[in-house]
């Protein structure tokens, strides 16, 4: 308090030490888990033509990620074309063509270890009854 009035914003030294131990926790669970897993898989999409459809992974120890499609039933996997693909999430344009692909996403760390996210889809919205 100063002149009885209560101190306004973030104390600095209070938040540096906040962020001191946050990283402390992070590298502690980082040197704990270890290896490189999977909290949020993505989901499948129900959207229409036009629509902006939106997957994303959430996973620990990745140093990168690499979205991927499948065109034919997931027997060979291209990486994604997007202006974006080497982030945990991915946003892609809803055309006609991409109710055929197969999406997962590539996670590697460090080590050149790498593992994949479940399969997902994008599918058609069906029109509503009457319409």
Do not use: H
């Not at 030294?13 to 898989?41: E, H, N, T």
């Not at 590697?108 to 997902?120: E, F, L, P, S």
């Amino acid at each position: 308090m100063k002149d009885g009035r209560p101190k306004r914003g973030i104390d600095r030294d209070l938040a540096l030490k906040v962020l001191a131990l946050c990283k402390l926790v992070k590298d502690a669970l980082d040197d704990l888990l270890g290896s490189m897993f999977i909290i949020y898989q993505p989901k499948s999409v129900v959207a229409s033509i036009g629509d902006y459809a939106t997957l994303a992974v959430v996973a620990m120890n990745v140093s990168s990620y690499q979205w991927q499609y499948s065109q034919d039933g997931g027997t060979t996997w291209k990486n994604s074309g997007a202006s974006v693909p080497k982030t945990a999430s991915i946003t892609v344009e809803v055309t006609a063509g991409v109710f055929d692909l197969l999406r997962r996403c590539q996670l590697t760390d460090a080590d050149g270890n790498k593992i994949y996210t479940d399969v997902v889809v994008i599918t058609e919205a069906s029109e509503p009854e009457g319409g």
